[in-house]
């Protein structure tokens, strides 16, 4: 949703270099790109976290561990003693890094490891569908806004469909169609709990929120000068678009990145949340968030923690996305704050 | 602009035609959702299955299906569920719709409240502090995922405080504000509260760059120049000149809420809005109901889109055009 | 909400049917059994709100097919027979209802005489006739109720019928006399449950004007006790006093307790459990959240009621397609489960019981036995399941040549299905395999993994009796009737066909009209058969809990319906 505001900031265009020097200096941008960095990290080192730190695989279930706690063997999964024995509770957050630092789930998996794991799905298909969206919509954008016509006119009316779909049929039907039977198109063969289903449906979706403003800004660029007199010399189509309309376009792209990579994680969570994104054993934030539903009343740290996870990325990516937007937006330094 | 109106809404017809021919072929397309045999049910006879197939129409090809679909939610209206059979569609839609409009009107009256108030006082707040605050507030606002919040929510409002502070909190559910005006609101308080979060964030953000944008415009510093007060240049120009955007903004939003995407907000607090209505047709993979609620949801989608579009070219004669 | 609608209500639900003949289920039922007790209207009123996830679709007695309602259709619908009110094995038993007592039989077992009561009005006020009970039989048909081809396809004339229902008559099948007010159903063989077939809610009568198609959310008349109010299906179903209702068989339609009885749809389980505890609902409908089982087992133990039922939770495997058309691929599934793992998951040792027989325990022709277990073989079996054996199930994989094959386990996506398919595949994998889970939605998965079209390997599912004779468990789930190639409904999920044990399960079925004690020795020779080849792995047999607030009294619990909804007392 957050992209609706920062097509506001597409229109102006602005010289790359400045930007840059100035998104260097920016405190923000220094932050988040920190807070990002450390996520980054975790994700990518988590086999060497649960090897060597937590000796674990979270992908195991291990329903009858046990494990020391000062000195005493204690179960991971631990049967209800008192009253009328009903219910077993998965053990708490030890805050020991070498074993279940944050507690385990229901399969007795330790919660910390399989959230580093889980970061790693996560972005990935943030970031591979944010792409994916980028590249379909710059492609869109660029081919309605030059041609225009009836070409426009089909993509438009494309786009509104996408625009009113219903994301979640979408998701739904795909996943079972996945999950059971695989998906054959052409020589692509798509197997259970592969990510290209999150990653398509996600990259697909959001297409109409940024091809919508790029072909408005290919269309005022269509009427530019420098694009009429290119057109009157008669340059090929191609070259126009590489060399005169591209380049106008790039820094809008830039200020749209972090946004849509946001956008795209919090979208996985959510279908995994509705258990049609990544499937299990994988992780991603979304599918632990759903795991720790089942134990929010027992162990509400299971769901917590990779909420807040997911908060501090996508707010990071946000607040570096303000930074970009400010620094290649020369308006926002002409305000003087 | 009648030509532009009449293109619009022929496209608009398009676009929904469209998507309930989609939402159809991908339906069928499901593998396993064959409702015969759910709605035969458990062990039955093949001649059993049979006549329940015939019954539903689902020994016809797909293109007659489809249309006789159409005709009964269209036409007679009197389209019937696959899982509660004889569970009229319609109905079912038209007793969500209140539930929607309660949660999405009230979380709608906070998020602009707020909005507005914060965008306005970061845009032109002097201390030094305001501004960023209240942008790194509009940041987590729209970086916190909105079920999970709810649920964050219902875990202190519903369990760990609920013999505590939050003792007056009700269960999840809604209550008719024609049935209990004051349970309608507690009802619905922390499902605002929830919804309001993401907008709230989005629209602060919005008119703070908004105004900001404005007041740097020429014409501002001349009257700047002329001798106008700050407060009178900030409420008689720029913030007036923001509130379009975020009208139009708004418009789009709640189309979309009010056509079911509060989705995982109903469902997180038990709404029995358009939404859930959506989520549970398609966990039931109940193609009436889900077709009935996508055509609802996309109809407004669709036209406050067009309406959007249809109030930009009356302000711009441009767009016509296009 | 965290729980998706529990649609396994379909399986989990269904109801228990009860051949009269083999009641004896075991010691410990009977020794609670008792008649229910006299009527006391000092403790009538008041309202008893239910509350569930999902309402369970048509209202139709003569279509609806899930417990959830069944247990409704006990206070407000009447057949000709029904099950005993009471307590323990009694409400296993077959009593007269609108009949004015058991028919006589005559014609060599094929014919029945009952004579109707008279003066019972339906809550219309217009009279029950045996017109209206004619009706209902031919209506069995002409709703294409799911068990017109299963139940009642043994009535004269319901081959035709069940080709032709719009047109059914079945003059010779349901012969009626109003002068004498008798009714005589005459069937074309001899069929030793037949009272329990007449007993149960799809035999139930129904005014002759009643729709001929399914009412769905439109309302029938009723007999019993409460009539229905309103019904909608996202919303609530509000039960209240029948008017004309006055009670004619103690046993068979009490007087109920409550003024009105609310069932409310929508309500996630977790809610439900919060609304019972603080006294806003009186019982919860769906299975407790596995977060909030110890709570209810500590803070209101009083309220928490625990019965046994007779049921499964198994794993189909698929004998027809590689890796378990090979045996040793299925032992060695058996062998390889740790099935105190599964009762972990399904939330612990005082809601089930390991299991590793296909006849559950308490049940007609159980035996207690364990051929995969630790030390013990299909032919040296155990006498209990004791702990899994792993390096046999790796090695029977190695033996079978099936080792590092693919394996896809369908399960339901709901969080206890969830987690025994994520568990599955940690032991699959474990053995050799490369296993993966595929959880698909609970409302499609049931029929899913019975269509042969989707290629389902494994799969996890529950078996609840339809009533306590071996052929429910054994013929049902496993004779070759019912496996129908490329059919949404095929209950053989696994699709054994073993034409030597179809003959021997025949003969045992034959035998249990003479001789139940004989029939039910053979009935646990056929299980350990079936379990030597292994066409599906048996988990555990789960328990009923209810949870019900402190206000709410007179629990009882049928084993035929479950709790007792209209003798709950709340004054």
């Known amino acids: ?337 | 602009m009648l030509a532009f109106v009449t293109r619009r809404i022929s496209a608009m017809i398009f676009v929904l035609v469209s998507i309930s021919i989609l939402v159809f072929l991908i339906f069928f397309a499901t593998p396993g959702v064959d409702p015969a045999a759910r709605i035969a049910g458990r062990n039955a006879d093949q001649e059993t299955l049979a006549q329940v197939r015939h019954s539903f129409e689902l020994d016809k090809p797909l293109p007659i299906r489809y249309l006789s679909m159409m005709r009964h939610l269209f036409v007679s209206q009197d389209l019937t569920s696959y899982v509660n059979r004889g569970a009229k569609v319609i109905p079912q839609l038209t007793q969500a719709i209140p539930a929607t409009l309660s949660l999405v009107i009230g979380a709608a009256i906070i998020w602009l409240g707020l909005g507005i108030f914060f965008g306005i006082k970061a845009a032109s707040s002097r201390r030094k502090w305001i501004d960023p605050t209240i942008g790194f507030l509009g940041i987590i606002g729209i970086s916190l995922p909105v079920y999970w919040l709810g649920e964050v929510v219902n875990l202190f409002t519903q369990a760990k405080l609920h013999n505590s502070v939050f003792r007056w909190v009700p269960q999840l559910g809604y209550v008719g504000i024609t049935d209990n005006p004051f349970q309608w609101f507690l009802h619905l308080l922390f499902p605002w509260l929830t919804l309001a979060v993401l907008y709230a964030g989005i629209y602060v953000r919005v008119l703070r760059n908004e105004i900001r944008m404005v007041m740097s415009e020429d014409y501002i510093k001349t009257e700047r120049a002329k001798g106008a007060s700050e407060t009178r240049i900030l409420y008689k120009h720029a913030t007036r000149m923001s509130l379009i955007t975020l009208v139009s903004l708004f418009g789009l939003d709640f189309g979309s809420l009010v056509g079911g995407y509060a989705l995982l907000t109903e469902v997180v607090f038990g709404i029995q809005g358009v939404g859930r209505l959506t989520y549970q047709s398609l966990q039931n993979f109940d193609l009436p109901v889900i077709m009935a609620t996508v055509m609802y949801a996309s109809f407004f989608v669709v036209f406050m889109n067009a309406l959007v579009d249809v109030l930009y070219a009356v302000l711009d004669p441009r767009v016509r055009r296009v | 909400m965290h729980r998706r609608p529990l649609i396994i209500k379909a399986v989990l639900a269904t109801t228990a049917l009860l051949v009269s003949a083999i009641v004896g289920t075991n010691a410990s039922l009977a020794a609670d059994s008792a008649p229910l007790a006299p009527y006391d209207a000092k403790k009538a009123g008041g309202t008893v709100t239910l509350v569930a996830q999902a309402a369970a679709g048509t209202l139709d007695p003569k279509v609806n097919y899930t417990a959830q309602f069944w247990q409704l259709y006990q206070a407000s619908y009447d057949g000709l027979l029904t099950f005993s009110y009471g307590t323990g094995a009694t409400t296993f038993n077959v009593v007269p209802d609108l009949a004015e007592a058991l028919p006589a039989v005559s014609n060599g077992g094929k014919t029945f005489t009952f004579k109707l009561r008279k003066g019972i009005k339906f809550s219309d006020g217009k009279p029950v006739t045996v017109a209206d009970v004619k009706a209902s039989f031919e209506r069995i048909f002409k709703v294409s109720s799911p068990t017109a081809g299963s139940f009642y396809n043994g009535i004269v004339g319901a081959d035709v019928c069940l080709k032709t229902p719009a047109t059914c008559k079945l003059d010779k099948g349901v012969v009626v006399d109003a002068a004498t007010n008798t009714v005589v159903i005459n069937i074309i063989a001899p069929d030793d449950a037949i009272l329990s077939k007449l007993a149960v809610p799809h035999a139930v009568i129904n005014p002759a004007s009643a729709p001929s198609k399914d009412a769905g959310t439109t309302i029938i008349p009723t007999t019993g006790a409460y009539m229905y109010k309103s019904y909608d299906p996202n919303k609530s179903l509000v039960m209240v006093r029948n008017p004309y209702f006055k009670e004619w068989n103690h046993n068979a339609q009490p007087q109920g307790y409550p003024d009105q009885i609310i069932f409310k749809f929508g309500i996630t389980p977790t809610a439900q459990v919060t609304a019972v505890e603080n006294n806003q609902a009186n019982w919860a409908f769906d299975p407790i959240p596995a977060d909030r089982l110890n709570e209810i087992g500590t803070k209101y133990a009083s309220q928490v009621h625990i019965n046994p039922l007779t049921a499964m939770w198994y794993l189909p495997m698929n004998v027809n397609l590689a890796p378990f058309n090979n045996v040793k691929a299925r032992q060695a599934v058996n062998y390889a489960i740790d099935r105190a793992n599964m009762v972990k998951i399904f939330g612990g040792t005082q809601l089930a019981a390991p299991v590793c027989s296909f006849l559950p325990p308490n049940f007609p022709g159980h035996v207690d036995y364990c051929g995969y277990t630790k030390g013990a073989t299909p032919a040296k079996p155990a006498k209990a399941w004791a702990g899994p054996d792993l390096e046999l199930a790796k090695k029977l994989v190695k033996e079978s040549g099936t080792a590092g094959q693919a394996v896809g386990i369908v399960v339901s996506d709901d969080d206890v299905n969830k987690q025994m398919g994520v568990y599955l595949q940690s032991v699959l994998n474990s053995i050799g395999y490369k296993a993966t889970v595929k959880p698909i939605s609970g409302n499609i998965q049931f029929t899913y993994i019975q269509n042969t079209k989707n290629k389902v390997q494994i799969s996890v599912t529950q078996w609840y009796q339809d009533y306590p004779a071996a052929s429910d468990f054994l013929d049902v789930l496993l004779g070759c009737a019912s496996f129908t190639p490329k059919s949404d409904s095929s209950i053989n999920m696994a699709g054994y066909c073993n034409k030597a044990l179809d003959v021997k399960m025949a003969k045992a079925k034959a035998l249990g009209a003479t001789d139940p004690v004989a029939a039910n020795k053979m009935w646990g020779e056929i299980d350990q058969e079936v379990m030597a080849d292994a066409p599906v792995a048996v988990a555990f047999t789960p328990k009923q809990l209810d949870f019900i607030s402190s206000g709410t009294k007179n629990y009882l619990f049928s084993l035929q319906y479950k709790m007792f909804v209209s003798q709950l007392i709340v004054k």
Not at chain 1, 184 to 203: E, K, Q, T, V
Request: net charge neutral.
């Open chain 1, 1 to 337: 949703m957050s992209l609706k505001e920062s097509s506001e900031a597409i229109f102006s265009e602005s010289p790359g270099k400045i930007a840059l020097r100035s998104l260097r200096k920016d405190k923000r941008a220094r932050i988040s790109l920190a807070i990002l960095g450390v996520i980054v990290f975790l994700s990518l080192t988590a086999p060497l976290y649960s090897h060597f730190i937590a000796h674990t695989d979270p992908f195991e279930s291990t329903l009858d561990a046990t494990i020391m706690v000062n000195g005493i063997t204690t179960p991971v999964l631990e049967a209800s003693t008192t009253g009328l024995g009903l219910g077993i509770t998965p053990i708490g957050p030890t805050w020991n890094l070498s074993h279940y630092f944050i507690g385990a789930d229901s399969q007795g998996r330790d919660v910390l490891a399989r959230l580093f794991y889980g970061g790693r799905s996560t972005l990935f298909i943030g970031v591979s569908s944010g792409l994916l969206c980028l590249l379909l919509s710059l492609l869109i954008g660029i081919i309605s806004g030059y041609y225009r016509g009836w070409v426009d006119a089909i993509f438009s009316r494309v786009l509104d469909i996408i625009w009113a779909f219903p994301v979640y049929l979408l998701a739904i039907s795909l996943s079972v169609v996945l999950l059971t039977s695989g998906l054959s198109l052409g020589f692509i063969h798509l197997g259970p709990g592969s990510f290209a289903l999150p990653i398509f449906i996600i990259g697909v979706v959001y297409v109409p929120y940024i091809a919508r403003p790029i072909r408005a800004q290919v269309l005022a660029l269509r009427e530019n000068d420098f694009v009429r007199a290119a057109v009157g010399s008669g340059a090929k189509n191609s070259t126009i678009i590489f060399r005169e309309i591209l380049p106008n376009i790039i820094p809008s792209l830039m200020v749209f990145i972090p946004i849509i990579v946001a956008l795209s994680m919090l979208t996985e969570s959510a279908l995994s949340f509705l258990s049609i994104g990544v499937q299990p054993p994988a992780a991603s934030w979304g599918t632990i968030i759903n795991d720790g539903l089942g134990l929010l009343y027992t162990r509400p740290m299971v769901g917590i923690a990779p909420g807040i996870l997911i908060a501090f990325t996508a707010a990071s990516l946000n607040l570096y996305g303000d930074a970009v937007r400010d620094a290649l937006d020369p308006k926002s330094r002409a305000r003087g704050d």
